[in-house]
Nanobody, 121 residues
Framework: QVYLVESGGGLVQSGGSLRLSCAAS????????MGWYRQAPGKERELVAA???????NYAGFVKGRFAISRDNAKNTLFLHMNTLKPEDTAVYYC???????????????WGQGTQVTVSS
């Protein structure tokens, strides 16, 4: 069992920045990759970014150049640095993890509870 707890969400003006954090606990040694999903009101959840244990990253096209994902393997912590935020980035952001041979092309094995990010125009 792995527990994922997000923090760092909030209200920010358009063009601003936020950093999300995710602390992982439990059987973290099985984690292969971690990532961030988001869900806006009335929309399906979508993958934002993912990073493997080795540091390989994948980004959704709509955040490339604006968001950066990173992780501290020693502290089992995941980050999402969000810059040049737009109102359409408003969503609940979820931390996720993949274990064993699973990666971002598979459904996540674990989800956090989510943190709200609201970008005002």
């Amino acid at each position: 069992q792995v527990y994922l707890v997000e923090s760092g969400g909030g209200l920010v003006q358009s063009g601003g920045s936020l950093r999300l954090s995710c602390a992982a606990s439990g059987t973290t040694f099985t984690i292969n990759a971690m990532g961030w999903y988001r869900q806006a009101p009335g929309k399906e959840r979508e993958l934002v970014a993912a990073i493997t244990k080795g540091g390989n990253t994948n980004y959704a096209g709509f955040v490339k150049g604006r968001f950066a994902i990173s992780r501290d393997n020693a502290k089992n912590t995941l980050f999402l640095h969000m810059n040049t935020l737009k109102p359409e980035d408003t969503a609940v952001y979820y931390c996720t993890s993949w274990h064993g041979f699973h990666d971002h092309t598979d459904p996540p094995d674990y989800w956090g509870q989510g943190t709200q990010v609201t970008v005002s125009s």
